[in-house]
């Protein structure tokens, strides 16, 4: 089986180009409200290139986000240099599955935008979870969120989901394929980058992997693993969650 890791690497270059025209910034101030709650610091699991780190820190709140991607940590160091704002930001290359923090020392960890989901196996996503309430204080708030209803996702086969410029002019074409693995329980997303700049022409082909876990389902891990549900949400905006929900997010309290 492969590695909910693998691709990300290579998807690095891209990430920030097509969430700027997909998921936008329609969930940051979700979870900027959650961030000042909790006064931080702020534990972020697959913080990437600092999509959410950032707008976070800007707000005064101290941020540690882990990642094992090394392409995608430098390109939120290189954000960060850039970045003017006396707001603390630890960026940490390291496995979420083995946490190197101090237990208890978090009032906040949060896992935005489907990264449990990588963890394609169930010991990978135990130890996980096991490691968050390990650095969580007693009382402290978990939320994450998860892609709705991957299972229900149609498959297709070498469709151009975007096309766009970048800041420099290169023309950037997105084709996907999506498969689905019922056996494995897991959804991949085939990707094929394409960059043009005049007669240059440069392909990324890469696999992601998610496994397709439901609410109920992660519901049931979090409470195996010491953590309370507190709210189960359906949109940015705290509306109830339903099946039919376009976003999935699950608060909980550790106990």
């Known amino acids: 089986m492969a590695e909910g890791w693998e691709g990300w690497d290579d998807y690095a270059p891209f990430y920030d180009w097509e969430n700027a025209q997909t998921v936008g910034r329609r969930d940051v101030r979700f979870w900027q ?66 946490l190197p923090f101090e237990p208890r020392s978090f009032p906040l960890a949060i896992a935005p935008y489907g990264i449990l989901q990588s963890l394609l196996r169930e010991k990978d996503l135990a130890a996980t979870l096991a490691a968050v309430a390990g650095v969580l204080s007693i009382g402290a708030t978990f939320g ?6 991957l299972p229900s996702w149609k498959e297709y086969s070498k469709r151009v989901s975007l096309r766009g410029k970048r800041a420099n002019g290169t023309t950037v074409t997105l084709t996907e394929s999506v498969r689905q693995d019922p056996q494995r329980k897991l959804t991949l997303f085939d990707q094929e980058f394409v960059e043009r700049a005049g007669r240059h022409t440069r ?23 010491g953590f309370e549900v507190t709210a189960l949400l359906g949109d940015y905006r705290g509306g109830p969650w339903d099946p039919r929900a376009e976003t999935w997010i699950i608060l909980a309290k550790r106990v």
């Open 144 to 149: 994450l969120e998860l892609v709705a209803d």
């Open 203 to 225: 392909r990324r082909r890469f696999t992601l992997a998610f496994r397709t876990l439901s609410v109920p389902q992660m519901t049931r891990r979090l409470e195996k693993a």
């Open 33 to 98: 409200r959650l961030a000042a709650a909790s006064q931080g610091p702020v534990l972020e699991l697959g913080s990437g290139t600092g999509r959410v780190t950032f707008p976070l820190a800007k707000q005064g709140i101290t941020v540690v986000g882990i990642d094992r991607s090394a392409a995608m940590l430098a390109r939120a160091a290189s954000r960060r240099r850039r970045l003017r704002t006396k707001a603390s930001i630890q960026l940490v290359r390291g496995d979420i599955r083995y």
